[in-house]
């Protein structure tokens, strides 16, 4: 079965940091583009950051400058750094892969809290 397992989650004060990780299972990773999604409470879920199996990477005007997303195929994992928080950070992230040849073929994580608050 697909598996994506999030951690780093956390209450950090503005100004912070914090490192979020999604290790994925039953899937072939290499051939998945990689994603962190973000909700806060009452919006809508919001497309944070990207990385595409060729190592691509795109992010919301919002994080832009902030955030940084990565990949470690030999781990099946990926990554994404926040610097500079923002109490407007706050939000439930989401971890989500999307296969390279399968349309509509995508797996989400189970959410992990991200709190910036003094």
């Known amino acids: 079965q697909v598996q994506l397992v999030e951690s780093g989650g956390g209450l950090v004060q503005p100004g912070g940091s914090l490192r979020l990780s999604c290790a994925a299972s039953?899937?072939?990773?290499?051939?998945?583009?990689m994603n962190w999604y973000r909700q806060a409470p009452g919006e809508q879920r919001e497309l944070v950051a990207t990385?595409?199996?060729?190592?691509?990477?795109n992010y919301a005007d919002s994080v832009k400058g902030r955030f940084t997303i990565s990949r470690d195929n030999a781990k099946n994992t990926v990554y994404l750094r926040l610097n500079s928080l923002k109490p407007e950070d706050t939000a439930v992230y989401y971890c989500?892969?999307?296969?390279?040849?399968?349309?509509?073929?995508?797996?989400w994580g189970q959410g992990t809290q991200v709190t910036v608050s003094s």
């Open positions: 990385i595409t199996s060729g190592y691509t990477t």
């Open positions: 039953g899937i072939i990773f290499r051939l998945y583009h």
């Open positions: 989500n892969s999307k296969s390279t040849v399968a349309s509509g073929l995508d797996y």
